[in-house]
Nanobody
Framework: QVQLVESGGGLVQPGGSLKLSCAASGRISNIYAMGWRRQAPGNQREFVAG???????NYADAVKGRFTISRDNAKSMVYLQMNSLKPEDTAVYYCYAVQGANIYWGQGTQVTVSS
């Protein structure tokens, strides 16, 4: 089992920045990919960004150029730097980890973008 704990969410004004962190613990060997999905009220959970153990990253079109994902394999951490935030970025952000055929999820952290 892999446990994931997110942190760094909060309330920010439009145009502001936040950095989310996700710490993995437990049986963390051979985690291939880590990343972030988000879910706004009434919407399905959607992909935001992902990164492989080799550092290959990809992003949803809605966040390209504004969000940056990074990973520290030694610390089993993944980060999401979010800049130029918009009200439509408001959602619960979930960290995930892919290990073999298993996908693990964190509990989520709320991000609210509002003036």
């Amino acid at each position: 089992q892999v446990q994931l704990v997110e942190s760094g969410g909060g309330l920010v004004q439009p145009g502001g920045s936040l950095k989310l962190s996700c710490a993995a613990s437990g049986r963390i060997s051979n985690i291939y990919a880590m990343g972030w999905r988000r879910q706004a009220p009434g919407n399905q959970r959607e992909f935001v960004a992902g990164i492989t153990s080799g550092g290959s990253a990809n992003y949803a079109d809605a966040v390209k150029g504004r969000f940056t994902i990074s990973r520290d394999n030694a610390k089993s951490m993944v980060y999401l730097q979010m800049n130029s935030l918009k009200p439509e970025d408001t959602a619960v952000y979930y960290c995930y980890a892919v290990q073999g055929a298993n996908i693990y999820w964190g509990q989520g952290t709320q991000v609210t973008v509002s003036s």
